[in-house]
């Protein structure tokens, strides 16, 4: 009886490891008769057997000369496709150290939908050890790769100060510095010239004093939510009037749309990649879908009722001021898909990113909504599937480990029951994710799903 109150317990705090329908570790599998999509270039390798063995893809060719080796779990992939694990490239890891549950939750989240790697964008001290676990693969989890806790305006109080912290990050084992707003030029300076020599790379926001040019001269990984986008493309000489709100939508009937090619190349030259974030701007800003819409999906089902409270007072508050109205929201959002087709178009480095747990951004989920509206940008599949595919595995320097379906690869992957590069909507049409060589099958998946939605029934 007590033994059963102290799992009862260990389960509340989320200590122990998952239950054993799910701690399937990583052995050796063949997926076999399947369509590989590979995602090196636009194509598709009809009725292959993939192998996979702790964890890597072990062997990859054609069903009748790939022989499946004795002991191997057979998946069936017949009339399925397989696709590289996608990347949440702006990810949370809720930061808290006592949400072990909820923690365990969002990483689950991400997995279930074909995450396979999270950049997760605000770290806390116990994330490093979070990341070790999701390695050994102790949890179903997406592979994290970490920032430090925020580099902002009240974090860093000084240039001395913004350079020992990113010493001490770089020190903590962190795989990044994540940028905020609130620095002024001289304390970004001092990060960004301590991370050069630290060797450790930084990304996130422009602060409005730092501004695009001065990021894209000093080399910030990234430049996430086309953060400053809006000033930089202001008239020459032309001073922003008045507050920009979100991400400067109040500006951005200023722009001058003829600098968008040339902007997005100078980004390109800079070699400096971007994540969009477009899902979140789209819920946040956009009338429709409207509110009850938006916590109508199924999807929200997976978040506790406070956070989806907090979601619905942040979009209303954005939605209430008195500059807003549904139409400057709706060409805000065509100004900034032109500037993702024209970043595309110039060759700069695009990344898949949706910023979950944000504003309706329900983790896992919202990557298919960012897929969508990269489509609805202009991009075709392939082209919005490479952003969280292979283009990761550039950016990470990982090309020929990650990032797409090849022997030798990580074993992150998704089974499909329908072609992805016909349409992005069938990612959401899963058979099973292979996350670190560990296979989830989709009953496995929707069993945990509904777990999860049991726990947050409001
Ligand atoms: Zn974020």
């Known amino acids: 009886m007590l033994k059963y ?5 260990l389960s509340v705090l989320g200590l122990l490891p998952d239950p054993p329908a799910m701690a399937q570790s990583a052995g050796t599998y063949a997926i076999t008769n399947v369509t590989v999509v590979p995602m090196d270039r636009e194509r598709h390798l009809p009725d292959q057997t993939v192998v996979v063995r702790d964890g890597r893809i072990a062997a990859m060719g054609p069903a009748a000369s790939t022989p499946v080796p004795d002991g191997a779990t057979r998946i069936e992939g017949r009339g399925r496709y397989l696709m590289p694990g996608l990347a949440e490239m702006h990810a949370h890891v809720p930061p808290q150290a006592d949400q072990a549950q909820w923690t365990e939750d969002v990483l689950f989240l991400y997995a279930a939908n074909g995450i396979t790697f999270a950049r997760s964008m605000l770290g806390a001290p116990h994330h490093l050890a979070l990341r070790e676990r999701a390695a050994r693969g102790e949890i179903v989890s997406p592979r994290i790769y970490t920032s430090g806790p925020s580099l ?7 240039p001395a100060d913004g350079r020992r912290m990113v010493a001490e990050q770089k020190a903590a084992g962190y795989d990044f510095l994540k940028i905020h707003p609130g620095l002024d030029r001289a304390r970004y300076d001092a990060i960004a010239e301590a991370a050069r020599t630290a060797g450790i790379p930084f990304g996130g926001h422009v602060p409005v004093d730092v501004g695009l040019a001065r990021a894209l001269e000093v080399r910030q990984a990234t430049v996430d939510h086309l953060d400053d986008f809006v000033t930089a493309l202001l008239p020459e000489g032309a001073a922003p009037a008045g507050p920009g ?3 400067g939508i109040y500006h951005a009937g200023a722009v001058d749309a003829a600098r968008i090619p040339a902007l997005a190349q100078r980004i390109r030259a800079a070699g400096v990649w971007n994540v969009p974030t477009e899902s979140l701007i789209h819920h946040v800003l956009l009338a429709s879908p409207t509110t009850e819409e938006l916590l109508a999906r199924p999807e929200t089902a997976y978040v506790p009722p406070p956070m989806r409270a907090q979601w619905v007072q942040a979009r209303n508050s954005q939605q209430a001021q008195p500059a807003y109205d549904a139409a400057t929201a709706q060409r805000f959002t065509e100004l900034r898909g032109r500037v993702i087709r024209a970043l595309h178009d110039a060759g700069a480095g695009l990344l898949l990113g949706s910023d979950a747990p944000q504003i309706f951004q329900v983790p896992g989920f919202s990557i298919h909504h960012e897929l969508r509206v990269l ?3 202009g991009l075709t599949p392939y082209q919005a599937l490479a952003t969280g595919t292979r283009n990761v595995a550039v950016f990470l320097g990982e090309e020929g480990q990650a990032g797409t379906v090849a022997a030798g690869q990580r074993a992150d ?16 049409r899963r058979a099973g994710v292979m996350v670190n060589g560990r296979w989830l099958a989709e009953a ?10 049991a726990r947050y029934r409001s």
């Open 5 to 9: 109150a102290i799992i009862a317990i």
């Open 152 to 158: 902002n305006g009240n974090s860093v109080a000084t």
């Open 245 to 247: 709100g979100f991400f």
């Open 375 to 377: 489509v609805a940008a």
């Open 413 to 428: 992957l998704i089974l499909l029951e329908a072609d992805p590069l016909a349409d992005v909507a069938n990612v959401r």
């Open 444 to 453: 496995q998946i929707r069993a945990r799903l509904a777990e999860i939605a």
